[in-house]
């Protein structure tokens, strides 16, 4: 709510990573009201907790779209970061605000469209076969369908746009260092962009590794429910937590501590012409 405030009261809304930031918030704020959601039903009717229920249906598919739209959140912002600098300045007249806008309805469509898929009929709510042991009333090919494609493109696309963000400024760091002129600001945008995509890596892996496990665990596992109370449930409710914690991580590295590599890139303005046709060249 802080992320989305305070973007909105400034005058850099109009901007299209302010947008994708603004939207970034919202699914994590979407995150943990459906988490919370879930939690109250888990308090007010236990049994839901091993067996799952119809009533459990509804927020698991919320949550499951919440997820995903935060994951296409972190890989259009990290795209827009990419064109940010791989275009340097040129790219403000490319990326503009009616792109950004588009990227959110689109993220959100699909989010929405494969995240209640259960509430379309892929579910297990009348048959205990392919059931999931962990999140039922889902199937366990639903949650494979889901999961591990979508881990897959969290992980392997902020890796290149990323990699290929610092590959460009060392690039252009090198250029203007073997014409004589300062590389600064160059070499603060290449500090700031790695020490962003470790805090990325490392929060995700934190928070979404010990899922996938427990995915891959019950598409694995023959066990009925009570064989698996309560330490496997116990585990399941970590990794809700660890999921709730991304959501509270995103603002953190996204808008209130680490500064975007396209803001430091912005000071390159205020630089001197010869500098500047150094950068163009």
């Known amino acids: ?106 993220n959100w469509v699909l989010a929405f469209f494969l995240g209640c898929l259960p509430l379309m009929g892929w579910n297990c709510l009348h048959t205990e076969k392919n059931l999931s042991v962990l999140y039922s009333p889902f199937c366990v090919n639903y949650l494979i369908f889901i999961i591990i494609p979508h881990i897959l493109v ?47 890596w490392v929060l995700g892996l934190i928070s979404y590794a010990p899922f996938v496990a427990g995915v891959i665990f019950d598409a694995t596992n023959h066990q009925c429910h009570t064989d698996l109370y309560p330490g496997v449930y116990i585990f399941r409710n970590c990794t809700a937590m660890l999921i709730t914690t991304n959501c509270l991580g995103n603002p953190v590295i996204y808008t209130l501590k680490a500064k975007p590599p396209g803001a430091v890139l912005k000071a390159l303005k205020c630089l001197s012409l010869s500098r500047a046709r150094a950068c163009a060249i």
């Open 1 to 106: 709510c802080m992320v989305i405030v305070t973007r909105m009261v400034t005058k850099d809304l109009h901007k299209p990573i302010s947008i994708l930031f603004c939207n970034l918030a919202f699914s994590d704020l979407f995150t943990s009201f459906s988490g919370f959601w879930i939690s109250v039903l888990f308090l007010t009717n236990p049994d839901i907790t091993i067996f799952g229920s119809k009533d459990t249906l509804a927020p698991y598919a919320l949550h499951t779209t919440s997820i995903l739209s935060t994951i296409y959140n972190l890989v259009s912002i990290g795209i827009e970061r990419y064109l940010a600098v791989a275009e340097s300045m040129r790219t403000r007249l490319r990326v503009s605000r009616n792109h950004s806008i588009a990227a959110v309805l689109i």
């Open 154 to 200: 969290a992980f392997v696309i902020p890796l290149f746009t990323y990699l290929g963000i610092i590959i460009i400024l060392r690039k252009r760091k090198l250029r203007m260092k073997a014409r004589g002129q300062a590389t600064g600001t160059y070499k603060l945008a290449e500090i700031q962009v790695a020490r962003t995509s470790i805090f990325i």
